[in-house]
């Protein structure tokens, strides 16, 4: 799964990774830690040159009060759910980050927090789907992350991880149909894609800052372990 990310890319950085403009009302504010329920840098397949912040986590067109939201969906099974089936066909984005966090089951102790990144750019793109909430005269913009089996370097961290989009295929991903998307929807293959443990200060979003990403102080840190190349 993925249930927390980052984006502290500078802005000017960000538009030119991306070839598209902030948008975003109030302007864009780098972050070390996005929590479900707060709002994603996005660019959609109507707006391609556009980076707008979507509520994250997918509010079910159904629900008759605006809710938190499904925050990931499985890519092999998003076609056949009711809730994400219309987005599948015609709403992809591209979620954009500095790098995504999740947490290792340790041997009955507290889980340990990941950093996810990749090494040969300071932002990437994941998959995601959008909708727009509607109620009376409330519209929320809201999305979720598409989530893949583990690669090898996610493995020893979580059975899942978020759908990792090579720059090359982020366009593509934009512009494709349903079938070539799900095509697109596998476990990141290129070996620039990097962990590391950190400290348990991620846990509490409230902690925002550059000491979230800071590698996790002890003799044996298992970078190396996790890194891949």
Known sequence: MCGRTALFIQQHDLEDRFDARIVTDGGYTPRYNIAPGEPLEVITNEATDEIDQYHWGLIPFWADEPEEGIINARSET??????????????PCLVLSSGFYEWQQQNGGPKQPYRVYREDTPAFAMAGLWEVWENNEQAIPCVTILTTEPNEVMKPIHNRMPVVLASDDEDRWLSADSDEREALCQPYSRDDLAAYEISTQVNNPSHDDPAVIEPREHEQSGLGEFTSG
């Open 78 to 91: 998003a076609d056949e759910k009711r809730v994400f089936q219309d987005a599948w066909e015609s709403r």
